[in-house]
T-cell receptor, first 113, second 114 residues
Framework: GENVEQHPSTLSVQEGDSAVIKCTYS??????FPWYKQELGKRPQLIID?????GEKKDQRIAVTLNKTAKHFSLHITETQPEDSAVYFC????????????FGTGTSLTVIP | NAGVTQTPKFRVLKTGQSMTLLCAQD?????MYWYRQDPGMGLRLIHY???????AKGEVPDGYNVSRLKKQNFLLGLESAAPSQTSVYFC?????????????FGPGTRLTVL
């Protein structure tokens, strides 16, 4: 099965700085990579996703990059704000198979005002 | 459109008791999932279903059973609860033919087994 590793487990940045979270996956057949944000006591919510036919996707201050050859993908948050503080999870899956989503163990991001 | 809902929100059980967690979705999704979330462990898949009447084991299925009698509902059962099953349980659904495989999560059920 798929194995997703996520680093770092905790990350603290000053407000306005950038934050980068990295994930690696093991199954070359995985082709869908979502990122979820989970605030304390809340459900995980999708913030951005990328499919294997593209290398980068941006949505305002958030971007995700994918390197299929190296089997890793990263979340980039620019101009961080205190409300970005949360736990972020990456995941890997195969589109349209209803197959399992494999999650990383999460990164706790703290943005210091 | 309520999305994904879970019942109950909180529950305390004694060791050996049984209970059923209910997940419901109104998005006509084919696929439904049950996860447990423990500190430092991320989300681990317990069981999942790719359609009405079908279920399959995930990463950590032992001690749990599931049923998908109706497309919109996915039930998770604990026959004899153990303290190791203390966790937060999330249900999710996916597969909207218009939008791909994005998973939508329910609000979670916090279960404590004493």
């Amino acid at each position: 099965g798929e194995n997703v590793e996520q680093h770092p487990s905790t990350l603290s940045v000053q407000e306005g700085d950038s934050a980068v979270i990295k994930c690696t996956y093991s199954d070359s057949a995985s082709n869908y990579f979502p990122w979820y944000k989970q605030e304390l006591g809340k459900r995980p919510q999708l913030i951005i996703d990328i499919r294997s036919n593209v290398g980068e996707k941006k949505d305002q201050r958030i971007a995700v990059t994918l390197n299929k050859t190296a089997k890793h993908f990263s979340l980039h948050i620019t101009e961080t704000q205190p409300e970005d503080s949360a736990v972020y999870f990456c995941a890997a899956s195969k589109l349209y198979t209803g197959n399992q989503f494999y999650f990383g163990t999460g990164t706790s991001l703290t943005v210091i005002p | 459109n309520a999305g994904v809902t879970q019942t109950p929100k909180f529950r305390v059980l004694k060791t050996g008791q049984s209970m059923t967690l209910l997940c419901a979705q109104d998005m006509n999704h084919e696929y439904m999932y049950w996860y447990r979330q423990d500190p430092g462990m991320g989300l681990r898949l317990i069981h999942y279903s790719v359609g009405e009447g079908t279920t399959a084991k995930g990463e950590v299925p032992d001690g749990y059973n599931v049923s998908r009698l109706k497309k919109q509902n996915f039930l998770l059962g604990l026959e004899s609860a153990a303290p190791s099953q203390t966790s937060v349980y999330f249900c999710a659904s996916s597969y909207d033919p218009r939008g791909g495989d994005t998973q939508y999560f329910g609000p979670g059920t916090r279960l404590t087994v004493l």
